[in-house]
């Protein structure tokens, strides 16, 4: 539980001001929004599965001290990430259109768009390092279920947030939120 409980907190704060946020916000003006929340949902529990698998291997082979002071100081890269923000490519400006996509479901659409953009992302990485020191499952269900709220949360509401937070606001609530869970981390590997 304890593993499920990190892992939704920390990626649902990394996926706030994401691209992949963008992405939703741009899918919801074209499809409805149930078909694009299933796709956001399938792309991610694909993804932060391999996500898990890639950090349990890790998390095996180094000791837990190391691993620990790692995982802090990619905390403190994922606040300086936030920080600088995150814009939509024209490649995935138009995948989120659908221009050039022909007429495939919203599902799909959505599914293959998120996937793409979701690989060697923030929250891709977050979850391998979450994995090194959690358990696999409760950090696979918290992960997938945390980016899944999150870009529910913009498909949702995210024009009424829009005009009550600037984007900075919530980028600098982020980043805070990863600088403090990267202290945590490097007190605990230092400690061990």
């Avoid at 600088?84 to 599914?111: F, I, K, M, N, Y």
């Avoid at 918290?142 to 606001?169: E, H, K, N, P, W």
């Amino acid at each position: 539980m304890d593993a499920f409980l990190i892992s939704f907190g920390v990626i649902f704060v990394a996926e706030l001001g994401d691209k992949s946020q963008l992405m939703a916000l741009t899918f919801a003006a074209r499809y409805p929004a149930l078909p694009v929340l299933v796709g956001v949902a399938l792309a991610t529990a694909v993804v932060h599965a391999v996500s898990v698998v890639v950090g349990a291997a890790v998390a095996v082979n180094l000791p837990t001290r190391a691993i620990n002071v790692a995982a802090g100081l990619a905390f403190f890269g994922f606040a300086a990430w936030t920080l600088r923000g995150d814009t939509l490519d024209e490649d995935e400006e138009a995948r989120a259109a659908g221009r050039g996509r022909g007429q495939r479901s919203a599902v799909v659409a959505a599914s293959t768009a998120f996937f793409l953009a979701e690989l060697g992302d923030k929250t891709m990485l977050a979850t391998v390092t979450l994995a090194t020191s959690h358990g696999p499952w409760g950090t696979w269900a918290g992960s997938t279920l945390g980016m899944v709220a999150a870009d529910a949360l913009a498909i949702l509401a995210g024009q009424r947030l829009a005009r009550r937070f600037s984007a900075r606001t919530v980028r600098v609530a982020a980043a805070c939120a990863f600088v403090v869970f990267g202290l945590v981390l490097v007190a605990s590997g230092l400690r061990d």
